[in-house]
């Protein structure tokens, strides 16, 4: 069985940072591409970023290119997405996703508030 889990997260003041990591289990993790979509307030879910397999990060949001930075650890089945300078406008739930096999992560909670 195909699972994400999410941890991280959290409230923040501008300016700050935060790191989100996504655990997969039930399949190959070092061989799928894992993506970060987050859901702001009232908006539609967004691609954020996609963390290859070999490790590299694919920036879709010209609102976070140069702030945040993917990685993984295949030794530990882990994705993280470092997320620096937060604005106001990070606040949202974020998800990852195996797309290969459509799974989310169940979500997590960001918070960028003075």
């Known amino acids: 069985q195909v699972q994400l889990v999410q941890s991280g997260g959290g409230l923040v003041q501008p300016g700050g940072s935060l790191r989100l990591s996504c655990v997969g289990s039930?399949?190959?993790?070092?061989?799928?591409?894992i993506d970060w979509y987050r859901q702001a307030p009232g908006k539609e879910r967004e691609l954020v970023a996609s963390?290859?397999?070999?490790?590299?990060?694919?920036v879709y949001a010209a609102s976070v290119k140069g702030r945040f930075t993917g990685s993984r650890d295949n030794a530990k089945n882990t994705v993280y997405l470092q997320m620096n300078k937060l604005k106001p406008e990070d606040t949202g739930v974020y998800y990852c996703?195996?797309?290969?096999?459509?799974?989310w992560g169940q979500g997590t909670q960001v918070s960028v508030s003075s």
């Open positions: 996703h195996a797309p290969y096999f459509d799974s």
């Open positions: 039930g399949f190959t993790f070092s061989s799928r591409r």
């Open positions: 963390i290859t397999t070999g490790g590299g990060t694919l």
